[in-house]
């Protein structure tokens, strides 16, 4: 059964940061590409951040180059996501998933960047 399980979300200030995890069970993990993905109120859920199993390829939304990182522990089948330099326009819903994603998503992990 596929599952992903996220943390690390909270309410931070404008330019503070903030680092997710994602735990992820029932997927081949070190053969897929897995992402972070984002969802604001009234917005569509959108790829943020995506990384190959053997770390050759990593994908960055403009929106978050130079600020956010993406890595992974493939013997501890989990995602990370270090996010620095946070905007108010970065919170959101954070959820991991496969790249494309599976049709099984976790609860997500709250992301609120506020004065």
């Known amino acids: 059964q596929v599952q992903f399980v996220e943390s690390g979300g909270d309410m931070v200030q404008p330019g503070g940061s903030l680092r997710l995890s994602c735990s992820a069970s029932g997927v081949n993990f070190m053969s897929v590409l897995m992402g972070w993905y984002r969802q604001a109120p009234g917005k569509t859920r959108e790829l943020v951040a995506s990384?190959?199993?053997?770390?050759?390829?990593?994908y960055y939304a403009d929106s978050v180059k130079g600020r956010f990182t993406i890595s992974r522990g493939n013997t501890e089948n989990t995602l990370w996501l270090q996010m620095n330099s946070l905007r108010s326009d970065d919170s959101a819903v954070y959820y991991c998933?496969?790249?494309?994603?599976?049709?099984?998503w976790g609860q997500g992990t709250q992301v609120t960047v506020a004065s």
């Open positions: 998933n496969t790249d494309p994603p599976d049709n099984h």
């Open positions: 990384m190959s199993g053997g770390g050759w390829y990593r």
